[in-house]
């Protein structure tokens, strides 16, 4: 998996190329000051309706020994914490889980990563550290792809036309799920510093790639998300 930890081969976010569009890329002209961070526009505040979805805030990405808990973790919860109240009644959680059976590629994925070929009720999938918003109703979209945009997450934030990303790993799960959602029509705001990669670097360099996909996608702070409500 890598939502976490070291690389599905090893190595470093071998599905991110680490150079897409460079760094001159995201420091292209916005039309903003030279006040306003490279790369980024003023923020357009999501409106009223807008959901919080909360990736895989899981105990198998949230610390070792499993070997893709994502060091930063604690900070995507202190972040997403942070966000809860204002999205009460309008967050939804996903969980990723194994498949039963797996296909295809899967199955030589799973042979690198056998310990996390268990049961989706296995307490590896759980969702511990937010047990208390699964148990106040949000509802909860599992998946066995790291993308977790599909039907369900649709249904689920239906009446929604804006979607605030939060979660792990941005290098994986939250940047399948953002361009899949962003191809299905939605805004999608990614809060960089409610999110954690599988480390800094590939966190940094998914955030990167998405704030390519600009306006359909934008990377915004907890901040400017609480200063809009």
């Given at each position: 998996?890598?939502?976490?930890?070291t690389r599905a081969d090893g190595g470093a976010a071998a599905h991110v190329p680490p150079t897409v569009g460079g760094a001159d890329a995201v420091q292209r002209d916005t039309g903003v000051g030279p006040d306003v961070a490279p790369g980024a526009a003023a923020i357009v505040p999501p409106g009223p309706d807008a959901a919080l979805v909360v990736i895989d805030m899981q105990d198998v990405f949230a610390r070792p020994p499993s070997p893709w808990a994502s060091p930063d973790y604690p900070t995507a919860l202190a972040g997403t914490c942070r966000l809860l109240p204002a999205f009460a009644g309008r967050t939804v959680l996903t969980r990723y889980v194994a498949p039963a059976v797996p296909d295809g590629a899967w199955r030589a994925y799973f042979d690198q990563w056998p310990f996390a070929l268990v049961p989706e009720n296995d307490p590896l999938y759980e969702i511990t550290d937010l047990a208390d918003v699964v148990a106040s109703g949000a509802p909860v979209v599992t998946r066995t792809t790291f993308?977790?945009?599909?039907p369900e997450l649709d249904a689920a934030t239906r009446g929604s036309g804006e979607l605030v990303l939060a979660g792990v790993a941005t290098d994986c799960c939250v940047i399948s799920t953002t361009l899949a959602a962003a191809d299905a029509g939605?805004?999608?705001l990614v809060v960089e510093d409610a999110c954690a990669g599988s480390t800094p670097e590939n966190h940094q360099r998914a955030l990167e790639i998405m704030r390519l996909y600009a306006p359909l996608i934008e990377v915004t702070t907890v901040a400017e998300m609480l200063g809009a409500g």
């Open positions: 998996m890598t939502d976490g930890g993308g977790k945009w599909g939605r805004r999608v």
